[in-house]
Nanobody, 120 residues
Framework: QVQLVESGGGLVQSGESLRLSCAASGSIFTIYAMGWYRQAPGNQRELVARITSLGSIIYADSVKGRFTISRDNANNTVYLQMNSLKPEDTAVYYC??????????????WGQGTQVTVSS
């Protein structure tokens, strides 16, 4: 009974910016961490950024200095500000939440994915 709804993807030119958002809703008890993963054609899904409930943040080396992850705890929402986008950032971006439901089940939940395309 948990849903992750993503938005903010689109088509931009190299050097431009996008901001992704992901709102978690449903029977949530505790969110331990939320993050963003991406999958480009022919590649495995990879971690982009992750933020824990205590504020610890991990970024992929390829996005450090360009992307910023943040959370709005009141609305169970995570954001990914993506600046200085490059063609190699082109991928489907998936929101992930590590959480426990109100019935005590801890699972990783995934959003439906949002397409980010960066042209050269």
């Amino acid at each position: 009974q948990v849903q992750l709804v993503e938005s903010g993807g689109g088509l931009v030119q190299s050097g431009e910016s996008l901001r992704l958002s992901c709102a978690a809703s449903g029977s949530i008890f505790t969110i331990y961490a939320m993050g963003w993963y991406r999958q480009a054609p022919g590649n495995q899904r990879e971690l982009v950024a992750r933020i824990t409930s205590l504020g610890s943040i991990i970024y992929a080396d390829s996005v450090k200095g360009r992307f910023t992850i943040s959370r709005d705890n009141a609305n169970n929402t995570v954001y990914l500000q993506m600046n200085s986008l490059k063609p190699e950032d082109t991928a489907v971006y998936y929101c992930n939440a590590d959480l426990t439901t109100q019935f005590g089940v801890r699972l990783n939940y995934w959003g439906q994915g949002t397409q980010v395309t960066v042209s050269s």
